[in-house]
């Protein structure tokens, strides 16, 4: 008895089988990597990062930026509000990596507490009128 045919998950491609061995389920390493990124990815973009909806229409600029400030967590709003929400995390991220430095052995308590000083810097640099 003949086997199925098999189909790449990703890309739909005909699959070379082995004769032994567990069934392949993607091509290439590529589509693979493809539909791991897809399963992560928020549900608004998965449909066009996926390429299991052929033909489906590219996502605007704007759908693709909104997308992407909600996988950043950005709140809506104008860019004074993301702006200060920025402002808010850098430094909640900058006190992150002070105190972990602090916590860490030593050839790690260096580096971290280097990005710390240069994020804290960067901030005060953006906030100096």
Do not use: H, N, W
């Not at 930026?65 to 996988?71: G, K, N, P, Q």
């Not at 971290?112 to 640099?125: D, G, H, K, L, P």
Request: charged share 25%; glycine share 6%.
């Amino acid at each position: 008895m003949a086997a199925a045919q098999r189909f790449c998950l990703s890309c739909g491609a005909p699959l070379q089988q082995a004769p032994l061995g567990r069934p392949r389920s993607y091509c290439t390493e590529r589509c693979r990597s493809r539909a791991r990124r897809a399963r992560k990815s928020p549900a608004t973009l998965r449909p066009f990062l996926s390429g299991e909806l052929p033909g489906a229409p590219q996502p605007s600029a704007e759908e693709l930026e909104a997308s992407l400030d909600e996988l950043a967590g950005l709140p809506p709003g104008g860019p004074e509000e993301r702006v200060a929400y920025c402002i808010r995390e850098a430094t909640v991220v900058a006190a992150d990596f002070a105190r972990v430095g602090r916590r860490a052995p030593p050839s790690l308590a260096l580096r971290c507490e280097a990005i710390a000083e240069q994020i804290a810097c960067a901030v005060r640099e953006f906030l100096r009128p």
